[in-house]
């Protein structure tokens, strides 16, 4: 008997209807192969449901959801919503979605497929082996705390509140000491000691939560001396545990190493299994509509799926070997072509993949 898993597909806007449906042929194939029943129910978000329910995140599409075994979101946002007041810009659904779902644990894998050293602006020598995962907190600190602008006799004055529950940063850490004990065993523990009592707090959890971890070889580092050994000795990373805003920016750097955003896939994790799989880039309206997009990120994303919200091990290893096999073969899309050789379209692309995967099986 097929194993029945509900997904809540939500395409969104740009480019992400397009490496949607790359990702939902593949998840399609991996379930011929693995023995899964697929019901993909197509939900509304971002500025498309702007335009026809004057909402970002419609309570539909949420419902959808939260009834669902796994959301597969492409991106949200772009230039015709950019003047839109702050309840009517796509940007709002991401933040509603992860917080309505409480996903907490934001997971952002950099890892370099062979052959592509030469997309990337670092040199080859400094990328080799590069296989790092980026845990960043997802609904605390600075970016949920209390914000506000004031009139004063100096002029404006802008607050915005860094704050951390002890509870929160527990949740996070030991969530990233499981996944380095399942990788190669380091954490690197990345805050603000020197000057924030919210990564002093960090810091004591981080060592109170280490010693139920033995075998897990734990390291504290600044964040802005982290920034620096992304990349200048980004090998020497497993895994990265941050707060919120350090994991934004740093991921983003990490993102860096693997040759092209079109790569970065992640995966926002809660209590639960139900978790939301996106590929790390936005919307790309300068791509949107011609078919030249890259679609790994939002394929690897279903490999995340498979891995984090089914427990598929085998699966997921299964499209991330697909994806190997056909870059291995020379095929590119247009942000990581070879110079002088011809770029596969979107959908050519996702094509090669669901093929490798058939012959996988
Ligand atoms: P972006 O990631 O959309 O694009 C940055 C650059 O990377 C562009 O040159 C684009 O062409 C390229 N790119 C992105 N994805 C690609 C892919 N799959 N294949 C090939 N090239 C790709 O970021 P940008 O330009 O800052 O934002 C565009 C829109 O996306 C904005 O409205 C922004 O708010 C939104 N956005 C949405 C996100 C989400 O839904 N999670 C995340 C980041 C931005
Ligand atoms: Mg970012």
Same mark, same amino acid.
Request: aromatic content about 8%; overall charge neutral.
């Given at each position: 008997m097929a194993e029945k898993k509900r997904i809540a597909v939500l395409p969104g806007d740009g480019i992400g209807p397009e490496i949607v449906d790359e990702s939902v042929k593949v998840i399609k194939e991996t379930g011929k192969q693995f023995g899964y029943d697929f019901e993909c129910s197509f939900g509304m978000v971002g500025g498309g449901a702007i335009e026809r329910l004057?909402? #970002?995140?419609p309570e539909e599409t949420l419902t959808l959801c939260r009834n669902s075994d796994a959301v597969l979101l492409g991106a949200v946002g772009g #230039?015709?919503?950019?003047?839109? #007041?702050p309840h009517l810009r796509p940007e709002k659904a991401l933040l509603g979605l992860r917080q309505e779902l409480g996903l907490f644990a934001n997971l952002r894998p950099a890892t370099l497929f062979p052959g592509l050293e030469k997309s990337s602006s670092l040199k080859p020598e400094v990328l080799e082996g590069v296989d790092l995962l980026v845990v960043r907190e997802l609904t605390g600190g600075i970016y949920f705390g209390e914000k506000y602008t004031e009139e004063t006799g100096e002029g404006a004055r802008a607050t915005d509140t860094l704050v951390y529950y002890e509870h929160e940063i527990e949740r996070i850490v030991r969530r990233a000491f499981r996944l380095a004990k399942g990788r190669r065993r380091r954490i690197t523990s990345v805050d603000k000691a020197n000057v924030l009592e919210s990564s002093r707090l960090w810091r004591r959890v981080v060592d109170r939560v280490s010693k139920d971890f033995p075998e897990v070889r734990v390291q504290h580092m600044l964040v802005d001396n982290c920034a620096m050994q992304i990349i200048s000795r #980004?090998?020497?990373?497993d895994v990265i545990v941050t707060e919120n805003m350090f994991g934004d920016i740093l991921s983003d750097e990490a993102a $860096?190493?693997?040759?092209?955003?079109? $790569?970065l896939p992640s995966a926002s994790l809660g209590k639960g299994p139900l978790g939301l799989y996106e590929p790390?880039?936005?919307?790309a309206p300068d791509l949107?509509?011609?078919?030249?997009?890259?679609p790994i990120a939002a394929i690897l994303s279903s490999a995340m799926m498979f891995r984090?919200?089914?427990?598929d091990e085998e699966a997921a290893r299964a499209i991330e070997s697909a994806v190997k096999k056909v870059l291995s073969s020379g095929a590119r899309t247009t942000d990581i072509a070879l110079a002088g050789s011809l770029a596969l379209s979107t959908e050519e692309f996702g094509d090669r993949v669901c093929e490798a995967l058939r012959r996988y099986g």
């Open positions: 004057k909402n #970002p995140l #230039p015709r919503w950019d003047s839109n #007041p #980004p090998a020497d990373f $860096m190493l693997t040759g092209s955003i079109g $790569m790390v880039h936005g919307s949107a509509g011609q078919g030249v997009a890259n984090h919200s089914f427990h």
